[in-house]
């Protein structure tokens, strides 16, 4: 007989706050309302502990003591760098929030390194020893935490107030859960188009599709074209040791070097016509152990294949990392994570990042202390929303507001296959060619093939409802499609290069363009302007004609 | 992707099929689990990490190993010290070290802090030339 370590958690059928996700924005969200003595359940589709991108990845925070001007000068170079989206507001909240929380983590028993003077250096988390952790704490604090269930939709009630969500179990033979909730707390982590980047097929933006159905909107969509650094054989994004690296075109002349990948933007154009090479060669030896210890899923892959990656050359891909280091998501608007809809709270990557990380991306150290920063904002509201909701929300009656991919609607059409419609939208999306250098001609025609298909997907896409995998499949594909078209129409509401976007045909930075652009709808994807100027900083400046390219 | 569950060393305690977070494996009763799905493997390396009894090898290759290939060779991977290696280096598993005490990033973040200050890292064009604020750090993303 094989042996189970615990028996999966009851679903319970009513909660004060659902939590979807649990990787650091969910997990510190559900921490958050557990504190306040409600009633929490926490779903995640993997596992809550080793799911999202943390867990695989490891994060590097923005991490900045309240020392002298340190956390001004912090703040006024990502203005620039951020092209001017940002809002110092948030900036400073998440620098503050960052600090007490890492603190918190140290209490716990995070086990941080020790440097030479005797001090922790708490300024990066690990993946899986940072969620293990986080894990724990949410056990412990009387979390009901739901393994492999991912979440399909959201549940309204007749005021089209968000109260819970349903899913299903895919280890129980696709039993569907529904748990009734005071508020929900959409956690989902971003959308990286199953690319394969390290950790992220889990992230396939399934939180922002549901979100749109109850009405919410978006922003920053964009600026969701970051791409990562991996060996061609894999797609390990790890991307701070690079720093070390030279890299070198198929003939091995060099593209690109220094301490820092400055061309970086000029080696993706290359990698359009030849194939890429890399070499750590910059590493003095004395420091390789260390880098080895700091990034142990960094070397692990090389160590695997026998590649010493400081002495051999070897190919090297670029892999989309779409929403995740990229920075647009659900748009917030208030200080307590509230979307546009009511019930409805999201966190981390499933929100957008402009306010911190404004146009570039914040895979480096920003998403990470936005995760735990917006993780315990939108956990403490969604609890005050749920205790301060009427009494009735209990007994009202719900209605399930998933559509496209669920609930087809067309009746006799032959629909199309989940893996098609997925190939078709990633042939438009992961390519350097489509995403990373756009036109409008290019947007355009992207946009045709992919708003056909939504119409196709929209009537037909139905999954066997007898597989679970299938049915957690074909969500996927609507909500990955959906990201696309938002993407792409983003993108054509900002005809300028600015941050991650790169505009071919208008690689200047237009000083009229210093607003945030909202997006939303799903059959008719709208944009809109948004917040202008957001960033009030008196010295504001236009950042240069070319995006800032960062090895992220 | 997740290539080889070893025989003589799994001890059926079905934590990589509770920890894998794409569903890879399947629990079988009376016996080892298995790689149901293959194709979903994401190589991230998690039921690695947790397997206590370092039964798992997963392939760093972003597909399927060819046929023959070493990296599905047990032996082979045995014998160059390929089984629980992510552990050793997280220092999971009995009478071991947390490997976070010796991550150096810090290190790694401060030298490209550093250099974008000296103006040695060239993002593109970020600045238009002009002089960089102090403290920039241009996201290496890590
Ligand atoms: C290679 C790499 C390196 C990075 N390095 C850094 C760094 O150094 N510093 C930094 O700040 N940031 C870094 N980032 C970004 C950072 O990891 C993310 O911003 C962060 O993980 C966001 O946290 P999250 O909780 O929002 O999402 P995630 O950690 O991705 O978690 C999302 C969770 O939601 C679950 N989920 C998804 N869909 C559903 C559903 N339908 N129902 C239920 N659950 C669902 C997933 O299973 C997952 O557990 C890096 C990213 C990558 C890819
Ligand atoms: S975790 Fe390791 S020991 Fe446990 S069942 Fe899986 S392979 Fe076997
Ligand atoms: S490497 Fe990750 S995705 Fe693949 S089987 Fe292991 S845990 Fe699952």
Redesign the interface.
Known sequence: ?????ATPAVVPGEVDVLVLGGGPAGTWAALEAATRGQRVALAD???C????ST??????LWYVPPVGS?RQ??I???E??GGHLTERQWMERVLERTWDAVQTLADWG??????DNGEQ?R????G??YMRLMRRRVRRAGVVIL??SPALELLVDPDSVVTGAAGIQ??RAGTRWAVRAGAVVLATGGCAFLS?A?????DTGDGALMAAEVGAELSGMEFSCQY?IA?A?????????Y?FAAFTDAEGAELAG???P?????VQRAALRTQVYARLERAEPQ?RQ????????FF??????GIDPFTQRFPIRFVLEGTV?GTGGLRLVDDECATTVPGLFAAGDAASREPVTGA???????NGSWAISSGGWAGAAAARFAAGRPTGWSTAPLRPAGGPGLRPRGHHIVGPRADDVVAALQSRVLPLEHNRFRTEQSLRDSLAVLDSLWSAVVDGLAPDSSDA?AVVRSREAAAMLAHARWMYRSALSRPETRGVQVRDDHPDTDPALVHRIRVGGLDRVWTAVGEARPDTHPQA?V?????????? | MIEVISDSRCI????C???????VFE?????H?VIA?QS?C?????CE??CPADALFV????GPAPAGSP?TDETFLASQG?FG??RR??G?GYGRR????????????E??RR??EVG???????????P???????????
Not at chain 1, 55 to 60: L, Q, T
Not at chain 1, 300 to 305: T, V
Not at chain 1, 360 to 366: D, T
Not at chain 2, 132 to 142: D, I, L, N, T, Y
């Open positions: 007989m094989s042996r189970r370590r589709k993997g596992y502990g080793t799911s999202g867990a695989a990845a490891g994060n590097n340190a000068d912090a006024a170079a990502r620039v760098a995070y086990p941080f390194p020790v440097a250096r300024n990066s988390l690990q899986p020893e393994d492999h895919r280890q394969g390290l950790g992220l097929n889990v990562g060996p054989f894999g797609a390990q994004t790890k991307g701070l040791m720093q220094g301490l820092f400055s061309g970086l933007l000029d420091i260390a880098m080895r210890w700091s990034q142990p899923n692990l892959p090389f160590d695997k294949m280091r570039i991306s914040g895979g480096g150290s920003h995998h400046r950042p240069g004609a070319l995006a800032q390219m960062a090895a992220s | 059926d305690c079905n934590i099929v509770e920890v894998c977070p794409t569903d629990a079988v009763d009376g016996g689990p799905r979903d994401q190589t991230c390396f998690m990490a947790n392939s760093p290759l972003a990296l390929r290696e992510y280096w997280l999971w947390p490997g976070s005490l010796q991550d150096r990033n810090y290190v790694f973040v030298r490209i250099a974008a040695e890292v060239g993002e593109v064009g970020e600045t238009n030339g002009q960089r604020p102090p403290g920039h750090v241009p996201h290496p993303g890590s």
